[in-house]
């Protein structure tokens, strides 16, 4: 077989048994995230545009955080009560809506709602697209669906960065604009093309048997999620302080601030989709998970030493890698989890460690930042993410025993 054959044979069997509706999704996914400019450039829009201190920017960051926590929590609820598709549509077009008013208004503390309103609104999509991705993909498909989903949020994500760079040297309120449309068309989209089906979960007799799938009583998967919002936390740094440490100690300008952030979406879109075929049965997924970890503490420890674009990139590339290796693994072993319990509420609660970590992230970050500068911040995350890497090493080994 010759090269161009054995790429096609590649790329045919990381794609197979993906089913039409998962495409959708993901399309829909990519129209979503080509216009997702506003939060990775809000740091540096508040510090730089309003005028906010770095403390005041890091409030208004967690508020995206606490947001996202009640949307994720609410979006669950409703997706066990009125099913995945009416949330799916309505977050897309509510959060559109969110991020156009955001983009009108200039005080602090009416920036930090509507902040807020937009991860609300947004977020409940996030539960909503798990159960979807459980309703539409077979349990062996579980992990290519996710990795096509996320491959499709990486395309964007690839855009997002780059175009946003452009259009904030232009005027900022370019970035709300698009941001917020591509919101409302990606509910168009979906819901025309999308057919609806329906969640609903096993029967379940009585009380008893309720409580025994409720996933807050699942001790396991609560010290899991422990865990995996102690590795999000410090991988949010990346688009909550890495923006203001290329701005105030490299002075980038935001178009190569936009083209740096580019280069995560540009290596998970390449690379996650074929990784994620051929490895996701050669190894558990804690130990990938733990490798992830590995990779992301190495990502922060190298910006201490040394300086220079080439470090940056370096960083930025274990970023992406500690991703690829993490992310995936932590999605489907929570989806694994549920099963056919209470779906809503087990991806809701994955969804809201997230959000608790992208609350803690930029409080935490720009705190340090302030008063100790980014060497320190560098240096705590790497002991938060160690303590994160430890727990999810030892929940590996009790699964196995």
């Not at 045919?12 to 089913?19: R, V």
Request: with cysteine.
């Amino acid at each position: 077989m010759n090269r161009s054959g054995k790429i096609s044979h590649i790329f045919s069997n990381a794609y197979a048994g993906i089913s039409r509706e998962m495409w959708i999704l993901a399309i829909t996914m990519l129209i979503n995230r080509c216009g997702s400019m506003v939060l990775l450039f809000m740091s540096v829009y508040m510090t730089v545009q309003l005028k906010f201190s770095i403390p005041q920017a890091g409030f208004v960051l967690a508020m995206f955080g606490a947001g996202s926590l009640a949307g994720a929590f609410a979006g669950g609820k409703l997706v066990d009560r009125i099913s995945f598709y009416p949330v799916l549509v309505w977050s897309l077009v509510l959060s559109g809506v969110m991020i156009l008013i955001l983009g009108l208004v200039q005080q602090y503390y009416v920036v930090a709602f509507f902040t807020f309103m937009v991860t609300f609104t947004g977020d409940m999509f996030r539960p909503a697209n798990s159960a979807a991705i459980h309703a539409y993909s077979k349990p062996e498909n579980y992990a290519q669906s996710i990795a096509l989903n996320r491959l499709a949020m990486n395309l964007g994500f690839t855009v997002g960065p780059m175009l946003g760079g452009f259009l904030a040297q232009k005027s900022y309120s370019f970035l709300f604009w698009s941001d917020g449309l591509t919101c409302i068309l990606a509910a168009v989209f979906l819901r025309m093309l999308l057919p609806v089906r329906t969640y609903t979960k096993s029967n379940t007799a009585g009380s008893e048997k309720v409580k025994q799938n409720s996933p807050y009583h699942d001790r396991h998967y609560l010290f899991f999620l422990l865990f995996t919002s102690l590795y999000a936390m410090c991988f949010f740094q990346f688009i909550t302080a890495f923006p203001l440490y290329f701005k105030n100690e490299y002075h980038l300008s935001e178009q190569s601030i936009g083209l740096l952030m580019a280069l995560n979406g540009v290596g998970v879109a390449a690379i996650e989709m074929f990784l994620i075929f051929y490895i996701k049965d050669k190894w558990t997924q804690f130990n990938f998970i733990s490798l992830g970890i590995v990779l992301l503490i190495l990502a922060f420890l190298v910006l201490i030493p040394a300086h220079g674009m080439l470090v940056l990139v370096i960083s930025v590339l274990l970023l992406t890698l500690s991703e690829m290796l993490a992310m995936p693994f932590m999605s489907t072993y929570s989806l694994n989890r549920a099963k056919d319990k209470n779906m809503g509420d087990y991806m809701a609660l994955y969804a809201m460690s997230w959000s608790l970590a992208l609350i803690a992230a930029p409080l935490v970050g720009t705190q340090i930042i302030n008063h100790f500068g980014f060497n320190t911040l560098w240096a705590f995350i790497s002991v938060v993410a160690a303590v994160s890497l430890f727990g999810i090493y030892d929940l590996g080994k009790k699964q196995l025993s």
